[in-house]
């Protein structure tokens, strides 16, 4: 579960070489090699030329993502790293999955950019569909707020959902791993209002203390460790308290783990990791599940 080799998906625009340098604070949890992809989509080319899909115009995408390769490339060289360049046209998410399992990436690391309310109801979001496909785990890096700022080291103070489920404390397993990158987790268990026996301050207390007992047990496992940990239960829904908790934490990242069942009725309703990756300013760090 070490992160050797990240796997770095950009259209420029939304992800950019400023990112790309936060995330090399990995290096200190045994990254080493940064493989970059650029997926020049068939509909991207026609919307540069007001017309009809043009292999050339495909041609010259290809040009100006590989002059930008190059430079970020002589970069990481200099930092003593490995560097490897995917520019391709096709789909995105199928490219990436390709591209991903042919170099045995350890993490994806995509952007989330706009998609019209009627491409999300009829396709569903680029992000839903790697984060339903992908096996490996996956960062959906924005820039914090309305900022457009990229944080300097964005593994620093994570807030970890914990529910208790196989997938949140694979989600676990997977920050340990992280300890020389992260200075102070925040872990969080949001109760439902559903989970309540009664709505007396008296019932709610004790919610309160049977959750955070539950979250002892995984603080402890951190603790021991090295990483630092503070938690935190609140009530009511999952995605609206997940957002809070991360602002009030002064968090730099979300992390989630997810089952990765994809059934129907998630693409209408949505399952809360992917819901928190389309929607939260903050980056968001998913970590697959798929049973042993």
Same mark, same amino acid.
């Given at each position: 579960? $070490?992160?050797?080799?990240?796997?770095?998906?950009?259209?420029?625009?939304?992800?950019?070489?400023?990112?790309? !340098?936060?995330?090399?604070?990995?290096?200190?949890?045994?990254?080493?090699?940064?493989?970059?992809?650029?997926?020049?989509?068939?509909? @991207?080319?026609?919307? !540069?030329?007001?017309?009809?899909?043009?292999?050339?115009?495909?041609?010259?995408?290809? @040009?100006?993502?590989?002059?930008?390769?190059?430079?970020?490339?002589?970069?990481?060289?200099? !930092?003593?790293?490995?560097?490897?360049?995917?520019?391709? &046209?096709?789909?995105?998410?199928?490219?990436?999955?390709?591209?991903? @399992?042919? $170099?045995?990436?350890?993490?994806?690391?995509?952007?989330?950019?706009?998609?019209?309310?009627?491409?999300?109801?009829?396709?569903?979001?680029?992000?839903?569909?790697?984060?339903?496909?992908? $096996?490996?785990?996956?960062?959906? #890096?924005?820039?914090?707020?309305?900022?457009?700022?990229?944080?300097?080291?964005?593994?620093?103070?994570?807030?970890?959902?914990?529910?208790?489920?196989?997938?949140?404390?694979?989600?676990?397993? #997977?920050?340990?791993?992280?300890?020389? &990158?992260?200075? @102070?987790?925040?872990?969080?268990?949001?109760? /439902?209002?559903? $989970?309540?026996?009664?709505?007396?301050?008296?019932?709610?207390?004790?919610?309160?203390?049977?959750?955070?007992?539950?979250?002892?047990?995984? /603080?402890?496992?951190?603790?021991?460790?090295?990483?630092?940990?503070?938690?935190?239960? #609140?009530?009511?829904?999952?995605?609206?308290?997940?957002?809070?908790?991360?602002?009030?934490?002064?968090?730099?990242?979300?992390?989630?783990?997810?089952?990765?069942?994809?059934?129907?009725?998630?693409?209408?309703?949505?399952?809360?990791?992917?819901?928190?990756?389309?929607?939260?300013?903050?980056?968001?760090?998913?970590?697959? #599940? !798929?049973?042993?």
């Amino acid at each position: 579960m $070490e992160i050797r080799k990240l796997l770095f998906v950009t259209k420029f625009e939304e992800l950019g070489f400023d990112a790309l !340098q936060s995330l090399l604070t990995l290096r200190n949890a045994h990254l080493e090699h940064v493989v970059f992809m650029n997926v020049i989509e068939r509909d @991207e080319v026609a919307m !540069q030329r007001g017309l009809g899909y043009k292999r050339s115009e495909a041609v010259r995408l290809r @040009e100006r993502a590989n002059i930008r390769f190059i430079d970020w490339a002589e970069d990481l060289f200099e !930092q003593g790293m490995e560097v490897g360049v995917y520019i391709v &046209v096709g789909n995105l998410i199928p490219q990436v999955i390709i591209a991903a @399992e042919k $170099e045995d990436a350890d993490l994806i690391v995509i952007g989330c950019r706009d998609q019209s309310k009627l491409e999300m109801f009829y396709s569903g979001s680029d992000i839903t569909e790697l984060l339903k496909r992908s $096996e490996r785990p996956v960062l959906v #890096y924005k820039p914090m707020a309305r900022s457009g700022i990229v944080l300097e080291k964005p593994f620093e103070k994570p807030l970890l959902a914990v529910d208790g489920s196989p997938a949140s404390l694979r989600a676990v397993q #997977y920050i340990e791993k992280l300890k020389n &990158v992260v200075n @102070e987790v925040h872990l969080l268990y949001v109760a /439902s209002p559903k $989970e309540l026996k009664g709505t007396s301050n008296l019932n709610i207390q004790q919610l309160r203390k049977e959750k955070r007992k539950e979250l002892e047990k995984v /603080s402890e496992g951190l603790e021991d460790k090295g990483i630092r940990t503070r938690s935190h239960v #609140y009530i009511g829904d999952t995605v609206e308290e997940i957002e809070r908790a991360a602002r009030e934490c002064q968090s730099t990242i979300i992390v989630m783990g997810s089952s990765g069942r994809a059934s129907w009725i998630e693409r209408w309703i949505g399952s809360t990791p992917r819901t928190i990756a389309e929607r939260s300013p903050f980056p968001t760090l998913i970590i697959p #599940y !798929q049973g042993d």
